[in-house]
């Protein structure tokens, strides 16, 4: 626990927008290990800097982009860039991306920088939670960074909800994501649908359903209540289908609705069935991982 902590006490410090003073220094030769003290700002040619290759946000708003080209040309960079040196005179983005491209586009020859020393761990850890925390990613982006962060650091989800400041449900919902068919996860990344419209959609476990529900939602403009609603219909249609008969005792719309409710709450699809006397509740885990996510969820 005190690993984790010390952790998250290093990115604030890494990632500090306020120096402790205001004051412009010129950057000269260090060695590519070398630290630079908190609060120092260096001025950096663009030409000596290099994008951040653990980037997560893969579009940027043109527009945007172009007013932030006309703010600096105006008033200059408010905000230092974060950067860490590679070699001499050579440097590599930590945080800034927009901030960088926008000098460019402003034709500046050098833009003030905080220097810090990472490995590429430390820097992918930086870029991606400094982009979900400050850049208000697109719901597919959040997902990649998320599951970057657990394949290429090695951290568990409760792990990575400490360093995100979200509970585990939440980094499994948005895990879930990255199941869904590409046009689905295309439609979220263009901010054309809505998390809340997702977490509805995977629910459905067939791929041609959640398709069909996507569509629907896309030309019929549905509220999120409304594909919830089409989500538990179409769940029961293939069951009385592939019957071949009418159900004597169909689930009501009091179980359908708690099997969604149950679904999302535990990131995972939660089968309830009934008599009307008895039944049961289903809660499918993936792996002893997931496993002991659900039983946390259950406090057990």
Do not use: C, M, W, Y
């Given at each position: 626990m005190s690993k984790r902590n010390a952790l998250g006490r290093g990115l604030s410090a890494l990632l500090s927008d306020t120096p402790s003073e205001d004051r412009l220094e010129v950057d000269v030769a260090q060695p590519a290990n070398s630290s630079n003290v908190n609060g120092i700002v260096n001025e950096i040619l663009l030409t000596e800097i290099e994008t951040n290759p653990f980037?997560?946000?893969?579009?940027?708003?043109?527009?945007?982009?172009?007013?932030?080209?006309?703010?600096?040309?105006?008033?200059g960079i408010i905000q230092p860039i974060t950067v860490r040196r590679l070699a001499p005179h050579q440097y590599q983005l930590i945080s800034g991306e927009r901030r960088f491209q926008a000098s460019k586009r402003a034709g500046l020859l050098a833009v003030p920088a905080y220097v810090r020393s990472a490995d590429d761990q430390q820097m992918l850890e930086m870029a991606l939670i400094e982009n979900i925390q400050r850049e208000n990613l697109n719901p597919i982006e959040i997902s990649l960074s998320y599951q970057r962060l657990i394949s290429e650091c090695n951290l568990k989800q409760e792990e990575l909800g400490e360093r995100v400041g979200k509970n585990r449900s939440t980094v499994t919902n948005y895990l879930r994501l990255l199941k869904l068919p590409p046009d689905i996860q295309i439609a979220l990344r263009d901010n054309k649908l809505s998390m809340g419209h997702a977490r509805a959609i995977i629910n459905v476990d067939n791929t041609d359903s959640q398709l069909y529900i996507f569509k629907k939602t896309l030309s019929e403009d549905l509220s999120v209540r409304k594909v919830e609603e089409l989500a538990r219909e179409v769940m029961t249609k293939p069951q009385h289908q592939e019957s071949g008969k009418t159900e004597t005792s169909p689930a009501s719309k009091?179980?359908?609705?708690?099997?969604?409710?149950?679904?999302?709450?535990?990131?995972?699809?939660?089968?309830?069935k009934s008599d009307g006397k008895k039944g049961d509740i289903r809660i499918p885990f993936l792996s002893v991982e997931d496993l002991n996510r659900i039983l946390d969820i259950l406090k057990v």
């Open positions: 980037q997560p946000r893969q579009h940027f708003d043109e527009e945007a982009l172009n007013e932030l080209a006309e703010s600096i040309r105006v008033h009091e179980i359908n609705h708690l099997q969604s409710r149950l679904s999302s709450h535990f990131g995972t699809k939660v089968s309830v």
